[in-house]
Protein backbone atom coordinates (compact mmCIF):
# COMPACT_ATOMS: atom_id res chain seq x y z
CA UNK A 1 0.00 0.00 0.00
CA UNK A 2 1.22 3.20 -1.12
CA UNK A 3 0.87 6.27 1.02
CA UNK A 4 -1.38 9.17 -0.22
CA UNK A 5 0.55 11.96 -1.05
CA UNK A 6 -1.70 15.32 -0.95
CA UNK A 7 -0.16 17.00 -3.79
CA UNK A 8 0.09 13.95 -6.11
CA UNK A 9 -3.70 13.50 -5.61
CA UNK A 10 -4.14 17.25 -6.18
CA UNK A 11 -2.12 17.56 -8.96
CA UNK A 12 0.74 20.39 -10.27
CA UNK A 13 -1.59 21.74 -12.91
CA UNK A 14 -4.57 22.29 -10.10
CA UNK A 15 -2.39 23.57 -7.64
CA UNK A 16 -0.61 25.93 -9.52
CA UNK A 17 -4.07 26.60 -11.33
CA UNK A 18 -5.44 27.14 -7.95
CA UNK A 19 -2.75 29.55 -6.16
CA UNK A 20 -3.21 31.77 -9.67
CA UNK A 21 -7.18 32.20 -9.13
CA UNK A 22 -6.40 32.55 -5.19
CA UNK A 23 -4.19 35.71 -5.85
CA UNK A 24 -6.60 37.00 -8.26
CA UNK A 25 -9.33 37.20 -5.37
CA UNK A 26 -6.60 38.68 -3.44
CA UNK A 27 -6.28 41.54 -5.55
CA UNK A 28 -9.64 42.55 -5.43
CA UNK A 29 -10.71 41.62 -1.65
CA UNK A 30 -10.87 45.26 0.07
CA UNK A 31 -9.04 43.53 3.41
CA UNK A 32 -5.86 42.14 1.67
CA UNK A 33 -5.19 44.18 -1.37
CA UNK A 34 -3.80 46.82 0.70
CA UNK A 35 -0.85 44.78 2.26
CA UNK A 36 -0.03 43.08 -0.72
CA UNK A 37 2.57 43.91 -3.98
CA UNK A 38 0.40 45.45 -6.78
CA UNK A 39 2.03 42.42 -9.08
CA UNK A 40 1.38 39.32 -7.94
CA UNK A 41 3.52 37.36 -10.11
CA UNK A 42 6.27 36.36 -7.58
CA UNK A 43 4.12 36.19 -4.96
CA UNK A 44 2.29 33.31 -6.66
CA UNK A 45 5.38 31.83 -8.10
CA UNK A 46 6.58 31.77 -4.37
CA UNK A 47 3.45 30.05 -3.18
CA UNK A 48 3.42 27.44 -5.54
CA UNK A 49 6.45 26.33 -4.06
CA UNK A 50 5.56 26.73 -0.57
CA UNK A 51 2.01 24.28 -1.03
CA UNK A 52 3.81 22.24 -3.11
CA UNK A 53 6.21 21.09 -0.22
CA UNK A 54 3.35 21.68 2.21
CA UNK A 55 1.63 19.01 0.40
CA UNK A 56 4.21 16.95 0.78
CA UNK A 57 5.69 17.05 -2.87
CA UNK A 58 9.01 18.54 -3.66
CA UNK A 59 11.06 20.69 -1.42
CA UNK A 60 10.71 23.86 -4.01
CA UNK A 61 10.26 26.72 -1.71
CA UNK A 62 13.27 25.48 0.87
CA UNK A 63 15.61 24.94 -2.19
CA UNK A 64 15.55 28.18 -3.23
CA UNK A 65 14.42 30.23 0.06
CA UNK A 66 15.34 28.69 2.83
CA UNK A 67 13.85 27.28 6.05
CA UNK A 68 10.07 28.46 5.60
CA UNK A 69 9.31 30.38 8.80
CA UNK A 70 6.20 30.99 7.56
CA UNK A 71 5.16 33.14 10.71
CA UNK A 72 8.25 35.09 10.66
CA UNK A 73 7.86 35.58 7.23
CA UNK A 74 4.59 37.28 7.93
CA UNK A 75 5.52 39.65 10.67
CA UNK A 76 6.37 42.26 7.88
CA UNK A 77 2.44 42.60 7.82
CA UNK A 78 -0.54 43.00 9.99
CA UNK A 79 -2.29 39.56 9.79
CA UNK A 80 -5.06 40.30 11.70
CA UNK A 81 -8.60 37.44 12.37
CA UNK A 82 -10.38 39.63 9.76
CA UNK A 83 -7.45 39.12 7.29
CA UNK A 84 -6.89 35.73 8.15
CA UNK A 85 -11.31 35.08 7.69
CA UNK A 86 -10.41 36.36 4.14
CA UNK A 87 -7.39 34.86 3.12
CA UNK A 88 -9.01 31.86 4.18
CA UNK A 89 -12.48 32.39 1.87
CA UNK A 90 -10.07 33.50 -1.19
CA UNK A 91 -8.37 29.79 -0.92
CA UNK A 92 -12.12 28.09 -0.31
CA UNK A 93 -13.18 30.14 -3.64
CA UNK A 94 -10.16 29.08 -6.04
CA UNK A 95 -10.38 25.59 -4.56
CA UNK A 96 -14.44 25.88 -5.86
CA UNK A 97 -13.22 27.04 -8.77
CA UNK A 98 -11.13 24.23 -9.83
CA UNK A 99 -13.41 21.81 -8.49
CA UNK A 100 -11.20 20.26 -5.67
CA UNK A 101 -13.33 18.32 -3.49
CA UNK A 102 -14.13 15.68 -1.20
CA UNK A 103 -11.83 14.04 1.30
CA UNK A 104 -8.45 15.72 0.07
CA UNK A 105 -10.13 19.40 0.06
CA UNK A 106 -11.99 18.60 3.33
CA UNK A 107 -7.66 17.30 4.79
CA UNK A 108 -6.30 20.14 3.17
CA UNK A 109 -8.50 23.51 3.99
CA UNK A 110 -8.37 22.24 7.83
CA UNK A 111 -4.86 22.69 8.01
CA UNK A 112 -5.08 26.15 5.85
CA UNK A 113 -7.48 27.08 8.59
CA UNK A 114 -4.49 26.39 11.57
CA UNK A 115 -1.46 27.51 9.69
CA UNK A 116 -3.72 30.76 8.96
CA UNK A 117 -4.73 31.17 12.24
CA UNK A 118 -1.16 30.67 13.42
CA UNK A 119 0.04 33.76 11.13
CA UNK A 120 -2.34 36.37 12.98
CA UNK A 121 -0.36 38.58 14.58
CA UNK A 122 -2.37 41.57 15.40
CA UNK A 123 -5.63 42.39 16.27
CA UNK A 124 -8.76 43.54 14.69
CA UNK A 125 -9.24 47.53 14.28
CA UNK A 126 -5.93 47.74 14.60
CA UNK A 127 -4.65 49.71 11.32
C1 LIG B 1 3.67 35.93 1.69
C2 LIG B 1 -0.31 37.75 3.70
C3 LIG B 1 -1.56 33.35 5.29
C4 LIG B 1 2.10 31.48 2.76
C5 LIG B 1 2.71 36.81 2.15
C6 LIG B 1 2.76 38.23 1.95
C7 LIG B 1 1.66 38.75 2.52
C8 LIG B 1 0.90 37.65 3.06
C9 LIG B 1 1.25 40.22 2.58
C10 LIG B 1 3.89 39.00 1.22
C11 LIG B 1 3.64 38.97 -0.26
C12 LIG B 1 4.83 39.49 -1.04
O1 LIG B 1 5.44 40.48 -0.62
O2 LIG B 1 5.15 38.90 -2.08
C13 LIG B 1 -0.99 36.72 4.31
C14 LIG B 1 -2.24 36.87 5.05
C15 LIG B 1 -2.57 35.64 5.53
C16 LIG B 1 -1.55 34.71 5.07
C17 LIG B 1 -3.03 38.16 5.27
C18 LIG B 1 -3.77 35.35 6.39
C19 LIG B 1 -3.71 34.51 7.42
C20 LIG B 1 -0.69 32.46 4.72
C21 LIG B 1 -0.78 31.03 4.86
C22 LIG B 1 0.26 30.50 4.16
C23 LIG B 1 0.99 31.60 3.57
C24 LIG B 1 -1.88 30.31 5.65
C25 LIG B 1 0.66 29.08 3.97
C26 LIG B 1 -0.13 28.05 4.17
C27 LIG B 1 2.83 32.53 2.25
C28 LIG B 1 4.04 32.37 1.46
C29 LIG B 1 4.51 33.66 1.16
C30 LIG B 1 3.56 34.57 1.77
C31 LIG B 1 4.69 31.06 1.05
C32 LIG B 1 5.78 34.04 0.41
C33 LIG B 1 6.89 34.18 1.43
C34 LIG B 1 8.15 34.80 0.88
O3 LIG B 1 8.10 35.91 0.33
O4 LIG B 1 9.19 34.18 1.01
N1 LIG B 1 1.58 36.47 2.83
N2 LIG B 1 -0.63 35.41 4.33
N3 LIG B 1 0.39 32.77 3.93
N4 LIG B 1 2.58 33.86 2.40
FE1 LIG B 1 1.00 34.64 3.38
Not at 15 to 23: G, N, R, V
Not at 75 to 93: D, S, Y
Request: proline share 8%.
Amino acid sequence: QKPIIPYEEIGEETLSKMIKIFYSKVAKNPKLKPIFPDDLTETARKQIQFQTQYLGGPNLFTEEHGHPMMRARHMPFKITPERAQAWLECMAEAMDEVGLDGKIREIYYKRLVLTAHHMINSPDNDE
